[in-house]
């Protein structure tokens, strides 16, 4: 009975998925788009000839042709490489940023959220604190105390990002706390960790990957903002926001394209994430759907 | 004769969505003469509040009426109705009265939105006209009311407002479309009683969408009973209608209606021998929210082993929290809680679970699809306490499982879907298999029917029934429906302000009520068989 | 106006920022005392003090007492208004934060004001006929603001407007170094000038300001706008806006007075948020333009390690963001009466 039903589960899952991108081409679009980028990103070294570090001075500020595609920046350096690299270290950045963030935030939201009392409340008040707070600010800051380098661009970032998941997780396991069916799984004989763990964590999921995917296009510019800034990530690394940095000096004298490349990468990324976030919010609560 | 006031004739409407056209009322026709009162009865689903917003023009979006045609005061209204017409022409008033009301506009200037926007009186008339308002819908304290925001006053109140809103500018026609639901059984008596006084006095048409049978023959001249669309059947006098039904849909939908006569089989309660200890003993019961709200105030009372209780109250008497609290799930402020001899109260809920009395005390909730874990299939919902409650018998869980989803009957091909696949009734059937899984001696009931049509509500208290006999269980039977208790238990309990104002067996509280506020209750209840007539 | 629940309120809120207000301050002092280097250098006179200077300073500073005793010297300093001295400017920081604040509050009130004029109506028609063809068209342009980095549309907008077509004057600056400034009254130009009647100094202020201020404005133009639709959206759904059409209210009626009043509720909670997004992003902004405010200030004091001037602009952040959230605090105590004392 069980293979047949997971089979049968399988089935219905696999037509929902389609008939869901025929209903959405947008999240199609967004997600197929994502996919593209983290390919390129893990494959810039197979895909470009050129290190993204290496300088060749002679062919400094070339504009795009067959050979630099994006053309080369004022020491030679080859600019696509360069977007390529930034990518990989742009979006391991987000990544484990978020990752981290969401890891610790909806753990804390959670048990907060469910056990309620003084304690929830404490929290909640940081929690709105910090969130009206301006976060680039304190990333700012934060960065300023902890130093100059990628692991602490991280943290920094994980640190402004994570009350929004205390926020969301205590809001949902708040609002399920008293529905039925969990007063019926205290009846059932589960103890509270395993209700939070295995009630209302899977239920509280979806919303949590919703914000995920809104977030991750969140910490890109964070970070990208950050190093161009001069905060974070130093010169030579390649990095989209120190790309935009320094390019803009080269903009007056007409050279576009060391600022327009990596912008417009940087856009492209955050623009699919947001649009995969809507998409994945519209799925789950067809209320909001247009 | 004069022309009717409202004719809709061979009435489509469909519904556009993604997945396609979806018909929901497939050619009605109505005719409603001046002064006249319609009732629409039908069960959710029926297409009853759909008729009702398009004759309004009030459809959303995504429904269209296709074919057909509305004619208002001999005026074609199909597709366009103008906006002068609704509100001085034809008015609506909804049920859940609180959320029909503007939240941050006081009550005098929404009043007064209505007028103006119908006529062009001067300040002084206006002025007169809402105080004569008022006192049309019966508010006593105009000048605090008129001054209020909606979230200040109670729901019966709140609707009294939406009704003035209604009558403020005269119409011919109100659709009053489930009006009381939501409203304590007194409040809505007295909110029907005033729609009935106020159409007749003003010899104004109504249309009562309802799904209570006997409220449509207490109120209403005609009668049109609607299934999945189509009118099946409908006439003059719904007293004769409905005690000689013509169709068999409206005889099923009579036979489940509970009324004073119902019964479930032949009564077989077996009333346990005085000197037995009662399986629950509570006494003194207290539960206080914030600083002097007492929630549940000195409530003492007994189950007998295999017996039922019912437990009667308005919504806030109280008596769902007793339920709670004697399930276990939060800690009483103080009094007793004897279960088999043994204390309980004491316990606090976070613990209740561990001690091997938890399995002797399941629950059935209200809303029975709101009570399963949406990421749980139904074989999970009923495994999960005999796996939580019953360790070391796991190995013959599948058996376990399909035996009691075929004791609530319950198909067997049902088991692996998700509550958001299965009808409400279905839920029902999952929420009482997962409590009788493992084999509790005390049942809970809080509501189990409230949130179901009245045709899947009979097949669930038979069950219920046949369930208690079969397996010697007692149960505390809460609900605010009289003749449903009266089915199912005994004796009962009814409460007020959380406490107890009347107990005793049922048969005796029905034929001799002593307490003035049972006395309120029972001749507030609609019903369609004339009292002292069995049929 | 405000009821009394609505001024107890407001007292409490007051009470509540305290501790908020004490988290950042401390957060501050510690990174006053974790930074490398000795705080009494920054608090002396100059980068040029002398050792002498130095440890009469730690000494006078009590930085040789407990941290304890040195946080509540140091609370002490800050209600005198004392937050030391710049290494940069020579200056305090006190007079440093009052010479540039106003020029912050300039550019984002300013864009605010264009983000709202623009999201409002875009969000209320969007919602009016959501799934329209039009309601797609702002969801697609909501998209693209937002994932637009204020500093990649600043260098685009003053390449395109600057560079390319001439339209826009020099963007550095509030206003061209030869034109006369006005009396300082508000430290606001615009304001400024209008109070000098100097028009042709106030046109002048406004071209310096309209690109920075687009900038800013079009990074929360998409948080405004979908906040707006979806407010607007639940509204329209609700019961008591198909009660008001079942009794003939007029249209303009339902949108105005019905619907988008009990919208503006949670729209102006998220202008809160929006306003310190702002605040933020002022510094990306700030930058690029060369624009004379507290978030370039500090920027540069960061880069420059000049601690002293970076605590400062984090506790005018604070106390900023403090006095934001009460203002939406009375003015949705105005808007709601349902609001009570929690």
Not at chain 1, 194 to 199: A, D, H, K, P, S
Not at chain 2, 44 to 60: E, F, Q
Not at chain 2, 356 to 374: E, T
Request: proline share 6%; with cysteine; hydrophobic share 50%.
């Amino acid at each position: 009975m069980t293979t047949q039903s997971t089979g049968r589960q399988e089935r219905a899952g696999l037509s929902t998925a389609l008939r869901f991108a025929r209903e959405n081409p947008v999240t199609l679009f967004a997600m197929s788009g994502l996919t593209l980028i983290v390919i390129l990103a893990l494959l810039g070294p197979v895909i470009t000839r050129y290190d993204p570090l290496a300088s060749d001075v002679p062919h400094a500020l070339r504009p795009p042709d067959g050979m630099h595609w994006f053309g080369t920046d004022e020491l030679g350096r080859d600019v696509f490489s360069r977007v390529l690299a930034a990518a990989r270290l742009d979006l391991a950045i987000a990544v484990s940023a978020v990752g981290l963030s969401m890891a610790v935030g909806v753990t804390v939201g959670c048990f907060s959220g469910y056990h309620g009392g003084w304690l929830d409340r404490i929290t909640g008040r940081i929690v709105d604190v910090l969130t009206a707070f301006p976060l680039f600010v304190m990333a700012m800051a934060l960065v300023a105390v902890l130093g100059n380098s990628v692991e602490n661009l991280v943290y920094s970032t994980a640190i402004i990002n994570f009350p929004f998941y205390i926020r969301i997780a205590r809001a949902e396991v708040a609002a399920r706390r008293q529905l039925g069916w969990v007063e019926a799984a205290h009846v059932s004989g589960n103890g509270p960790s395993r209700i939070v763990l295995m009630f209302l964590l899977p239920n509280i999921m979806p919303t949590i990957a919703v914000q995920a995917s809104l977030n991750l296009g969140w910490a890109i510019l964070n970070a990208a903002g950050l190093s161009f800034l001069g905060l974070g990530i130093t010169v030579p690394t390649p990095e989209w926001g120190i790309m935009v940095a320094n390019g803009a000096h080269f903009m007056s004298s007409g050279r576009w394209w060391l600022v327009v490349f990596p912008g417009c990468a940087l856009m492209a990324t955050i623009l699919c994430f947001n649009l995969m976030g809507d998409g994945l919010r519209d799925l789950l609560d067809p209320r909001t759907r247009a | 004769m004069t022309p009717p006031i409202l004719e809709v004739e061979d009435l489509r409407v469909s519904f556009t969505s993604p997945r396609g056209v979806s018909e929901v009322l497939h050619g009605i026709s109505l005719s409603l003469q001046r002064g006249q009162i319609l009732a629409l009865v039908g069960e959710s689903g029926s297409g009853k509040s759909v008729t009702g917003l398009s004759v309004m023009g009030l459809l959303p979006r995504q429904a269209s009426i296709t074919r057909g045609c509305i004619r208002f005061d001999g005026r074609e209204i199909t597709h366009r109705v103008p906006r002068e017409l609704r509100g001085a022409g034809m008015a609506m008033v909804f049920q859940n009265p609180r959320a029909a009301l503007n939240p941050t506009r006081r009550i005098r200037n929404q009043l007064a939105d209505v007028i103006l926007a119908h006529e062009k009186p001067t300040a002084a008339e206006l002025h007169r006209r809402l105080a004569e308002l008022m006192e049309q819908v019966s508010i006593a304290d105009k000048a605090r009311c008129l001054a209020a925001y909606p979230h200040e006053l109670s729901g019966g109140l709140c609707q009294r407002i939406v009704i003035a809103m209604a009558i403020a500018c005269s119409p011919d026609l109100i659709i009053a479309d489930e009006p009381t639901t939501g409203l304590d059984v007194l409040t809505q008596k007295a909110i029907m009683d005033l729609l009935l006084d106020l159409t007749r006095a003003r010899g104004m048409s109504m249309i009562l969408v309802t799904h209570d049978l006997g409220m449509a023959a207490q109120y209403c001249d005609d009668v049109a009973v609607m299934n999945k669309g189509y009118i099946v059947e409908s006439g003059r006098d719904p007293h004769a209608l409905f005690l000689d039904p013509g169709d068999a849909y409206t005889r099923r939908l009579v036979n489940a209606c509970p009324t004073e006569q119902s019964r479930l089989g032949p009564q077989s309660v077996s009333v346990p021998p005085a000197s037995a200890a009662p399986l629950l003993d509570v006494r003194n019961l207290v539960k206080t929210y914030g600083r002097d709200f007492r929630a549940v105030d000195d409530v003492s009372f007994t189950i007998g082993r295999g017996e039922s209780l019912g437990l009667i109250g308005e919504s806030g008497s109280g008596k769902s929290t007793i339920s709670r609290l004697v399930s276990r799930l939060i800690n009483p402020d103080g009094g007793q809680i004897l279960f088999g001899g043994q204390p309980i109260g004491q316990m606090p809920a976070d613990h209740f679970y561990r001690t091997p009395l938890r399995r002797q005390i399941q629950f059935v909730f209200q809303d029975a699809a709101g009570s399963l874990n949406p990421r749980f299939t139904a074989f999970d919902a009923i495994a999960d306490p005999i796996r939580r409650l019953q360790q070391g018998e796991t190995s013959e869980l599948g058996e376990r499982v399909i035996a009691c989803a075929r004791s609530v009957g319950l198909p067997e091909g049902l088991l692996n879907r998700y509550p958001h696949q299965m009808s409400g009734g279905q839920c029902a059937r999952v929420g009482i298999a997962r409590a009788i899984a493992v084999d509790p001696q005390l049942l809970i009931l809080d509501e189990p029917t409230a949130a179901l049509d009245v045709l899947v509500q009979a097949e669930v208290l038979a069950l219920l029934e046949r369930l208690r006999r079969e397996k010697g269980m007692s149960y505390l039977f809460v609900s605010h429906d009289l003749h449903v208790v009266r089915m199912l238990c005994s004796r009962m309990l009814i409460l007020r302000h959380g406490k107890v104002v009347e107990s005793g067996s049922c048969e005796e509280i029905f034929r001799q009520p002593r307490d003035a506020y049972t006395i309120d209750l029972l001749s507030a209840i609609p019903h369609f068989r004339p009292t002292g007539n069995g049929a | 106006m405000i009821s009394r629940a609505g001024a107890t309120r407001i007292g409490l809120r007051i009470v509540a920022a305290v501790p908020a207000l004490l988290g950042v301050i401390l957060f501050a002092f510690i990174m006053m005392r974790v930074l490398p280097g000795d705080p009494a250098v920054y608090f002396a006179s100059g980068p040029n003090a002398g050792q002498a200077e130095i440890d009469a300073l730690r000494h006078k500073m009590g930085l040789d007492q407990s941290m304890p005793l040195q946080f509540l010297h140091y609370l002490e300093g800050l209600v005198r208004g004392d937050l030391g001295n710049s290494l940069v400017t020579g200056q305090t920081v006190t007079q440093d934060m009052r010479e540039r604040l106003p020029a912050s509050l300039e550019l984002t009130l300013t864009a605010l004001m264009f983000s709202l004029v623009i999201s409002l109506p875009l969000g209320v028609l969007a919602a009016w006929w959501a799934g329209s063809m039009w309601d797609q068209w702002v969801r697609a342009f909501c998209s693209l603001c937002f994932c637009v980095p204020p500093f990649v549309s600043g260098i685009l907008l003053v390449y395109l407007f600057y560079y390319m077509f001439g339209l826009a004057p020099d963007p550095t600056g509030r206003i061209n170094i030869f034109t006369p400034l006005p009396h300082r009254v508000t430290g606001m130009l615009l304001i400024d000038f209008a109070l000098a009647g100097d028009w042709a100094g106030w046109r002048q202020a406004a071209e310096q300001l309209i690109l920075p201020a687009t900038t800013m404005a079009l990074f929360v133009i998409a948080p405004l706008t979908r906040m707006t639709r979806a407010a607007m959206l639940s509204v329209v759904n609700s019961d008591f806006i198909r009660t008001a059409r079942a009794m003939g209210l007029p249209t303009w009626r339902i949108v105005i007075v019905y619907s988008l009043r009990n919208a503006l509720m949670p729209v102006l909670t998220t202008i809160g948020i929006v306003f310190s997004t702002m605040m933020g992003a002022n510094v990306l902004v700030e930058k690029i333009f060369s624009w004379p405010g507290v978030a370039s200030y500090a920027l540069d004091a960061l880069v420059a390690s000049d601690y002293a001037a970076v605590q400062g602009f984090i506790l005018l952040m604070a106390f900023l963001f403090v006095m934001v959230n009460l203002v939406i605090d009375l003015l949705l105590s105005v808007l709601d009466p349902r609001v009570t004392v929690e």
